[in-house]
């Protein structure tokens, strides 16, 4: 029943200014013509974990001692709301007898959200929604609103400052957004130089950063406590992570980046959503979690989530969809659906990456590549909730989306306060009967698709075989984004990296074959060359010179992948096998005596490096380092390895983030 009366809680317009229970209850649960008010659903006193506990205690610490503008860096999953929700009866009224909290967020499911937990939370207060068509009195106990709607017309000169106690900021790294600046600017917590009796101001976030050059210390002074995704997974809070990248061909090298630093959207669908790509995703898809029972897709666009639920549907597997212009009923039924596990994919384009609460997400299957670390880890966060009988969250990355999201300096995440009112105003021009004749439209085309026989030729490119790189921890993928992941992505063999563009597979017997960038000639373009390096034949061989023979060049091409493609395919046929797989069991076996000397040369007397501290396969990969130029990187590839411990030394990578990116307890500058 109680799911039933959730579904009604926002059909109808209703502001009321009262601290009555019974009327606080007919409020927010009388159905559509009835007469008698309901009472809400009883529940248990909250239980709250340690670290939320520890949380709120910080938080209450810190107004204590005086500051006003706190934030707090939790992971998604983490429990946000319940600590903010259950923050508000916390925080003592201040001087004047202010008793009031608004709660803001700029999505209509994080408004309601924290509705929900306000109203279970504190039956015997008066709560009251301002979005959209819902207006509140300004007088509620707690108000719970929209920012673009509280910040339209004079909406918010309702709310008297002097009433309020507190304000509360969910998703706060949109903080510093025009209407949420406009909003603390009515209560005096931005732009006054005196704020005793202005409201405490507590935003909470699990990516508080931001690269677009506004900073969040304009709106927070201190970040009051942290503890972000790898802490959770240690002390299993969270649901652990497995990962896999796949190659999908799609090339994203004329994908331009948009004014937020992340790809253009209407370049990278063009990039993005083609026949071979998207076969090749629901490929992946039934190759490596076909037996998951809920797997939630992240598309580019429209059209991208158009197009890819028509394959999903062509190979018999049950999948649908949620857009932003869905009707709501049907949003609430497919939704709900999913939640029971009654089908397996749901596929959606930016409308499930934060305040998402769907535990029972156990894959996630990124097919819109970011350039934005923080949006990755909204996205793959969405998988990460604890859930009975969910050993884990598969996350399948399409073009290897984690090397730009997390080992390259990330860009942008979220919009500026001027894109946020452009995107707005497109919106407004279209009428909501417009939309939900685009959204029919849209339903049938993927129906019309599905059943289409495929395009000439797909079949024999969906044949291609895919390759895959898997990781069986989150430590497991920190630890490869460093050195040779890249390559060794594309690559079966122990290719190694020893310069700029510059690549490295050596043979049992000394020859080796050199992948390396030529540079432009003309207005002929940049091109990957193979260059393969032969051993003279000892007979051949002239004392005092050179054994090997002149480099050959073998191999020409546009691509990183055809070059490393072509000059495996030699490898193959040239080099043992067994010697430069690099999968190979013999790789894992403590170094030998020979290579520890050889690289022991290098290295202070008081830093030698000894058999269990390096495998066979890594000092090999270093001496081929050494050998081919790449003496300076040697210091560097070490320096993050002394620490003994495969999972210690992982997690030290881990807090050796970028300085931008790593979120510390203390002022915000």
């Known amino acids: 029943m109680w799911r039933a009366l959730r579904r009604l809680l926002w059909r109808r317009p209703v502001s009321l200014n009262t601290r009555s229970h019974a009327l606080c209850a007919q409020r927010f649960f009388t159905s559509p013509g009835s007469a008698a008010p309901l009472s809400p659903p009883s529940s248990p006193a909250v239980r709250l974990r340690t670290y939320q506990e520890e949380c709120i205690q910080s938080v209450l610490s810190y107004l204590r001692k005086g500051h006003k503008r706190l934030g707090i860096s939790l992971a998604t999953g983490s429990g946000k709301t319940i600590i903010f929700t259950q923050l508000i009866d916390r925080v003592e009224p201040s001087q004047n007898g202010a008793n009031r909290t608004l709660i803001l967020a700029h ?3 994080l408004v309601e959200q924290a509705a929900r ?8 207060k008066s709560i009251e929604i301002e979005m959209g ?33 507190l304000v509360l900021v969910d998703e706060a790294h949109h903080i510093v957004a025009s209407g949420y600046m406009d909003t603390l600017r009515h209560f005096g917590l931005v732009g006054s130089a005196e704020m005793a009796h202005t409201p405490a101001l507590v935003g909470v976030s699990a990516t508080m950063s931001r690269l677009d050059g506004i900073r969040l210390s304009d709106a927070i002074d201190h970040i009051v406590y942290h503890k972000d995704y790898i802490d959770m997974i240690q002390e299993n809070w969270l649901s652990n992570v497995i990962f896999t990248t796949v190659q999908s061909n799609a090339d994203l090298s004329h994908v331009r980046k948009g004014s937020g630093g992340d790809f253009q959207t209407g370049a990278l669908s ?3 959503n083609n026949e071979e790509t998207n076969e090749i995703t629901v490929r992946a898809w039934l190759s490596r979690a076909a037996d998951r029972k809920s797997t939630l897709v992240f598309c580019v666009d429209l059209a991208h989530l158009t197009a890819l639920t028509a394959v999903f549907r062509a190979h018999n597997v049950d999948a649908r969809f949620i857009t932003g212009e869905t009707p709501k009923h049907i949003r609430g039924e497919r939704l709900e659906a999913f939640k029971n596990q009654q089908y397996p994919v749901l596929l959606n384009c930016g409308v499930f990456t934060e305040g998402t609460d769907i535990p029972n997400i156990d894959c996630i299957l990124l097919a819109r590549p970011t350039r934005s670390r923080n949006l990755l880890v909204q996205m793959i966060g969405r998988g990460m909730r604890l859930y009975p009988g969910k050993v884990n969250c598969h996350i399948i990355d399409m073009v290897a989306s984690l090397d730009v999201g997390i080992v390259s300096t990330p860009t942008l995440f979220g919009l500026s306060p001027d894109e946020l009112v452009k995107e707005a105003d497109a919106k407004e021009l279209q009428s909501l009967q417009e939309r939900r004749e685009l959204e029919a439209l849209r339903e049938q085309k993927v129906q ?3 059943t289409a026989d495929p395009p000439h030729g797909l079949a024999s490119k969906s044949q291609r075989r895919l390759t895959f790189t898997d990781y069986d921890s989150v430590y497991d993928l920190i630890d490869d984004t460093s050195g040779d992941r890249h390559i060794r992505g594309i690559s079966a063999l122990s290719w190694v990296v020893v310069g700029e563009n510059r690549y490295i597979l050596s043979g049992q017997n000394g020859e080796y074959l050199t992948i390396q960038k030529s540079p432009a000639c003309g207005s002929s373009p940049e091109l990957i060359e193979v260059w393969y390096t032969q051993k003279i034949a000892e007979e051949a061989h002239q004392p005092g010179k050179s054994p090997f023979m002149r480099p050959r060049l073998v191999a020409k091409s546009e691509t990183l992948s055809d070059a490393v493609h072509a000059a495996d395919t030699l490898a193959t046929r040239r080099f043992a096998w067994q010697f430069v797989q690099h999968a190979q069991a013999w790789r894992k076996k403590p170094a030998s005596e020979g290579q520890l000397m050889f690289l022991n040369k290098y290295r202070d007397t008081d830093d030698q490096l000894t058999a269990d501290q390096i495998s066979k396969g890594k000092a090999g990969d270093m001496i081929t380092k050494l050998k081919f130029g790449a003496k300076g ?9 002394k620490k003994k411990g495969r999972l210690q030394g992982r997690v030290q990578e881990t807090r ?7 979120v510390k307890v203390g002022p915000l500058h």
């Open 107 to 109: 999505r209509r499911e």
């Open 117 to 124: 937990h306000c109203t279970i939370a504190y039956p015997e």
């Open 133 to 165: 068509n819902l207006h509140a009195s300004g007088s509620a106990d707690i108000t719970v609103a929209s920012v673009r709607s509280l910040t339209s017309g004079d909406r918010i000169s309702k709310f008297d400052p002097t009433r309020y106690k």
């Open 270 to 272: 063009e990039a993005m």
């Open 448 to 450: 019309e698709d599905a």
């Open 633 to 641: 990187w040697f210091g560097r590839l070490e320096s993050a390895r």
């Open 656 to 662: 050796s983030l970028p300085e931008i990116f790593r």
